[in-house]
């Protein structure tokens, strides 16, 4: 059974500061990983998805990286914003592409003005 | 782009009641995935769907039921409701051959009262 871990669970930084997130997983036989974020009450917005077969993805101020042999990502954070304030979650897509998948605990992240 | 799209987005119900969420998934894609989040928690996969066939299930409670109809969109029902049924209720599709992954709705916020 997959199981998916998020650290920290909470993370509070000035304005301006840089920061990573870490998700890690205990089956590497994985199709892809997504970061997500969510607002308190609110859906989840896809950030970044890297497939298997990457190491890396890039959007904007967001940076996210795969290991598979050692189950780590992580999520970068350039330049931080106050409006980056969310929580954010790791999720693993089973190997098959079709399965389901396991999200990961998350971490909720204040960036303070 | 289209995406997958919940309805209710909001729902109020006493406790015993029945509840019905529906999906209507990205057009073409074909495999449906329900996830329910509860209050402070991450998402959890309940049970999904692949050309109109259940495709895996996970905790979902037998108080629930799904499926799948020939238009693809998917439907939870929701019996005998109690007081920890209260959460975001996510729905997913994606297309099973494709290299792409699930994309998410953006939920159904249930509350038993």
């Known amino acids: 059974k997959q199981e998916v871990t998020q650290i920290p669970a909470a993370l509070s930084v000035p304005e301006g500061e840089n920061l990573v997130l870490n998700c890690s997983f205990t089956d590497s036989a994985i199709y892809n990983l997504q970061w997500f974020r969510q607002d308190p009450g609110k859906g989840l917005t896809s950030l970044l998805l890297?497939?298997?077969?990457?190491r890396e993805q890039t959007s904007g101020r967001l940076n996210a990286s795969l290991d598979k042999s050692s189950g780590r990502s992580t999520l970068y954070i350039a330049a931080s914003q106050p409006g980056d304030s969310a929580t954010y979650l790791c999720?693993?897509?089973?190997?098959?592409?079709?399965?389901?998948?396991?999200f990961g605990t998350g971490t909720k992240l204040q960036v303070i003005p | 782009a289209a995406g997958v799209i919940q309805s209710p987005r909001h729902l109020i119900k006493e406790k015993r009641e029945t509840a019905t969420l529906k999906c209507y998934p990205i057009p073409r894609h074909d495999t449906v995935y329900w996830y329910q989040q509860g209050p402070g928690q991450d998402p959890q996969f309940l049970i999904s769907?692949?050309?109109?066939?259940?495709?895996d299930k996970g905790s979902i409670p037998d108080r629930f039921s799904a499926q799948q109809f020939s238009d693809y969109h998917s439907e939870l029902n929701m019996s005998s409701l109690e007081l920890g049924d209260s959460a975001l209720y996510f729905c997913?599709?994606?297309?099973?051959?494709?290299?792409?992954?699930?994309?998410f709705g953006p939920g159904t916020r249930l509350t038993v009262l």
């Open positions: 769907f692949y050309e109109k066939m259940q495709s």
């Open positions: 999720a693993v897509g089973g190997s098959g592409g079709y399965q389901k998948v396991t």
């Open positions: 890297i497939q298997s077969s990457q």
């Open positions: 997913a599709s994606s297309l099973r051959s494709s290299t792409d992954t699930q994309y």
